[in-house]
């Protein structure tokens, strides 16, 4: 019961990853089922409806292959979000979605932007970006990491390719950045060492020159003391005896 228990616990921060790859494809699944386009939910620059795709934007997606292209870099990055950076991971994702979605909101062009790229971007720059500032080794290895495998998407936050929401991309970027140095003090953070000192390195002077306590010398003096003068008693009895015989 408990080793089930610790597998649990240990798999937790795959739940959200799962819960949210899963939602966008049962959504799409839903659009195609019953006929319905959702493109329109999405955000529309700078008109007062288009607010509402600040929410929604991040859940809709044009076909299985931008739905599928969103689906793994989605799942590896937010998995990674949650293990490493969970006391903060609630915040980057909820309030980075929509802080992404609204900067999309403000600077795009004049068409209707949808999908979970802007959250990938959002999660690539702050899991990359993070590992750098805190300094801590196996963050560092995992931006490396990140970088190896979705390095490539940076050119994407430029109007590199026609159809493509690179606002939605460079929006995400710039938020993730962000909120890599906001929340710098969340989640695994390099813990500085700290020096204590020993009853060893109190033998030793201020230059490191080996000088026990003044103390401990009289301790063993007196010591020696004692032992003579127990030892003079002892042998003055001996002598008495034999005086006495």
Known sequence: ????????????????????????WVIYWVEIKF?????????????????????????IHSGPSHLFNNSIPLFVLLGSLYYFYKEAAHKVLFLGALLTGFL??????DSYHIGASGVVY??????????????HYRLVALSL????????????VLPVKDGMSWEGHLSGLLVGIIFSYVYRNLGMVQEKYEFKETEFDLLFDEDGNFNPPA?????????????LEETNDQL????????SL
Not at 236 to 243: F, G, R, Y
Request: proline share 2%.
């Open 1 to 24: 019961m408990e080793e089930q228990k610790k597998t649990e616990d240990a798999l937790s921060f795959l739940k959200i990853p799962f819960i949210y790859v899963l939602g966008i």
């Open 35 to 59: 006929g319905f386009n959702f493109n329109k939910l999405g955000v529309q620059p700078r008109t007062f409806l288009g607010l509402r795709g600040i929410v929604f934007t991040h859940f």
């Open 104 to 109: 999309t909101w403000c600077i795009a062009r």
């Open 122 to 135: 959002l999660l690539f720059s702050f899991v990359f970006f993070s590992g750098i500032i805190r300094k």
């Open 145 to 156: 990491i990140i970088i190896f495998l979705y390095g490539s998407m940076i050119w994407y």
């Open 215 to 227: 103390l401990e010398e009289e301790i063993v003096e007196e010591t020696d003391i004692e032992i």
């Open 236 to 243: 003055l009895n001996s002598i008495d005896k034999k005086n």
